[in-house]
């Protein structure tokens, strides 16, 4: 009890931790922001995957998956971006340092469950735009969505599992756009501040057919039903004076009254394949696809951008040489890796909004019972340099700690 009391502790301690920064991407300014990936480091180096699970691992994409836990599991990661961002003949480079999660799992028989916390939805840019010689703009952004989660996974019968889980999802985007005019120094600024909060909810499922030698298949369905979010939007208008130096000093401020409304987003399913032989080796493949976005953040009418159904293919796997191997560390590690493609639905100026990533990874195991270090890389690109757009050649470091003991052991006495 007292470790449960620790760990939920350190959960609420660790949520101021992320009112952080998570990204530096232009494409943050659209809709609410670039969408995080909501799974650990272990299936991100395999181009994030979540068909794939196991007994020492959380799988926080695939709730079906924590039926097979064993042991106790805390897991927490970080990663370090380094994006260069394009535009013409333009260049500049961006990085960005964050805690991407923290969560713990708890197996009891049949039953796992596990909770957590992870940014959703992150908020960071700081753009210009010219409308003609005199007039241009300046956007600037940051914020973004968390959320906590509980999960659940049970085995129904030998082996299917199935999963749910439930997240309430908070936080704050706020949104600053400066209209100038060349050689004036009095220029209107807006603010747009929108607090979202509210559930979702996701149900997952899992079967595994065993073959010989230890080899098996598996499949897996996730499915995120639609769900509504609740947001406050307080809105200022300024006006502000520069003076020579480039500072600026609000002259006028004006608040406009808080408008209340309920944010729909749109449903989305997964669905995976794998094949592996247990302890050894798996590679697996996924197809996401999620309904259009309808939420624009911004006052201003868009008119050059629309919201489409997005779609996500990823293929990945891991391989370990030998699981049994306590002489050397290298036959124990697992190496992973992936590829994935995402049609983000995102459309600016006519221009598809695409990524793309390669990602590499590898577990190197403790002393201390199952618990590993995780380390994994991804490189890739978003974007297009097409019709005035930037692209983003991204380069990602992501670690974790993935930390494994035994509970609820029987005592003997002799």
Do not use: C
């Amino acid at each position: 009890m007292k470790r449960i009391l620790l760990i939920a502790v350190l959960l609420l301690i660790t949520g101021n931790t992320f009112a952080q920064q998570g990204t530096t991407s232009p494409y943050s300014f659209y809709g609410m922001g670039a969408t995080n990936f909501k799974g650990t480091a272990e299936n991100r180096a395999m181009g994030g995957l979540g068909v794939a699970s196991d007994s020492i691992h959380l799988n926080m994409l695939n709730p079906a998956g924590l039926a097979d836990l064993e042991l106790v599991n805390y897991t927490v990661g970080m990663s370090y971006q380094r994006a260069n961002q394009k535009v013409g003949a333009e260049k500049q480079t961006a990085t960005t340092t964050t805690f991407d999660y923290i969560a713990m799992g708890i197996p009891i028989g049949k039953l796992g469950l596990s909770f957590g916390l992870l940014p959703s939805s992150s908020v960071g840019y700081n753009l210009s735009s010219a409308g003609d010689e005199d007039n241009f703009m300046e956007y600037e952004g940051k914020g973004g969505v968390n959320k906590t989660f509980l999960s659940a996974g049970y085995e129904v019968a030998k082996n299917w599992n199935v999963g749910v889980q439930v997240g309430y999802n908070f936080g704050s985007i706020q949104n600053i756009g400066i209209s100038r005019v060349r050689g004036v120094n009095y220029a209107s600024r807006e603010r747009n501040e929108f607090d979202v909060n509210g559930f979702d909810f996701k149900i997952a499922t899992s079967y595994t057919i065993p073959l010989e030698n230890k080899r098996y298949v598996i499949g897996s369905l996730i499915y995120v039903p639609k769900y509504s979010l609740n947001t406050e939007n307080n809105r200022v208008l300024e006006s502000i004076l520069y003076d020579s130096s480039g500072q600026h000093v609000t002259m006028d401020r004006r608040e406009l009254d808080m408008i209340k409304g309920d944010l729909d987003m749109p449903e989305e399913y997964t669905f995976g394949l794998g094949y592996g032989v247990d302890k050894h080796w798996f590679i697996g493949a996924e197809y996401t696809q999620r309904g259009e976005q309808s939420f624009n953040s911004h006052s201003l009418a868009l008119s050059n951008v629309t919201f489409n159904d997005s779609k996500a293919y990823r293929l990945g796997g891991y391989y370990i040489p030998d699981y049994r191997s306590f002489t050397n560390l290298f036959k124990r590690s697992v190496y992973r890796a992936g590829i994935r493609y995402e049609e983000t639905g995102l459309n600016i100026n006519g221009e598809d909004i695409n990524e793309f990533g390669i990602s590499f990874g590898m577990g190197v195991p403790m002393r201390r019972m199952f618990s590993n270090v995780n380390l994994g890389l991804e490189y890739g690109k978003r974007g297009t340099t097409s019709n005035g757009l930037i692209q983003e050649n991204f380069f990602n470091v992501i670690l974790t700690l993935s930390l494994n003991d035994k509970w609820f052991q029987k005592r003997y006495i002799y």
